[in-house]
T-cell receptor, first 113, second 111 residues
Framework: NAGVTQTPKFQVLKTGQSMTLQCAQDMNHEYMSWYRQDPGMGLRLIHYSVGAGITDQGEVPNGYNVSRSTTEDFPLRLLSAAPSQTSVYFC????????????FGQGTRLTVV | DAKTTQPNSMESNEEEPVHLPCNHSTISGTDYIHWYRQLPSQGPEYVIHGLTSNVNNRMASLAIAEDRKSSTLILHRATLRDAAVYYCILVPSGSARQLTFGSGTQLTVLP
């Protein structure tokens, strides 16, 4: 059972480039979300999805797009990378009830130069 | 949203119990109390959660104050592998499972 899989693990981008961070889960979870973690700080929510075809913005959505065409996948797109987007990105998935746990991927470390 | 307050850091000796406190004085009646931890260079990992009663699982125990304004995560016998940042998070009932992370408590375990 793979859980939540993120690819790539590391990425270096030049300012202005675009890219997609991949996230896949094999637990048939309804909810998926993306967080970013800057050095020495807690995670901040970027976007989340409550099911296929449904997405919404979190605390820090600017500069990022998401879509959810399948239950399993929730890609995060950086439209035009900026140095301020240098961070570690985590994807998470869970069932819908609030009394259940969330599962996190191992993260993608992104550097924008 | 209700917020949590945790000490920035704590130290413990290996094989001794650790009590990690969390204050949440503005908690509402339907907020669940979740704990996650993050080991170095890894994603957060679920530890335990509760609503009103104390909870035990294979990783830890969660003691919830009677007025629910504070809680304590208890690691019964700390190991070096327990060195991590521990986050206390309130999850409103009916929310879209969004987790609001604070800065957490950095636990150092001394050999």
């Amino acid at each position: 059972n793979a859980g939540v899989t993120q690819t790539p693990k590391f990425q270096v981008l030049k300012t202005g480039q675009s890219m997609t961070l991949q996230c896949a889960q094999d637990m048939n979870h309804e909810y998926m979300s993306w967080y970013r973690q800057d050095p020495g700080m807690g995670l901040r929510l970027i976007h989340y999805s409550v099911g296929a075809g449904i997405t919404d913005q979190g605390e820090v959505p600017n500069g990022y797009n998401v879509s959810r065409s399948t239950t399993e996948d929730f890609p995060l797109r950086l439209l035009s990378a900026a140095p301020s987007q240098t961070s570690v990105y985590f994807c998470a998935s869970s069932w819908g009830q609030t009394n259940t746990e969330a599962f996190f991927g191992q993260g993608t470390r992104l550097t924008v130069v | 949203d209700a917020k949590t307050t945790q000490p920035n850091s704590m130290e413990s000796n290996e094989e001794e119990p650790v009590h990690l406190p969390c204050n949440h004085s503005t908690i509402s009646g339907t907020d669940y109390i979740h704990w996650y931890r993050q080991l170095p260079s890894q994603g957060p990992e679920y530890v335990i959660h509760g609503l009103t009663s104390n909870v035990n699982n294979r990783m830890a125990s969660l003691a919830i104050a009677e007025d629910r304004k504070s809680s304590t995560l208890i690691l019964h016998r700390a190991t070096l592998r327990d060195a991590a940042v521990y986050y206390c998070i309130l999850v409103p009932s009916g929310s879209a499972r969004q987790l609001t992370f604070g800065s957490g408590t950095q636990l150092t375990v001394l050999p």
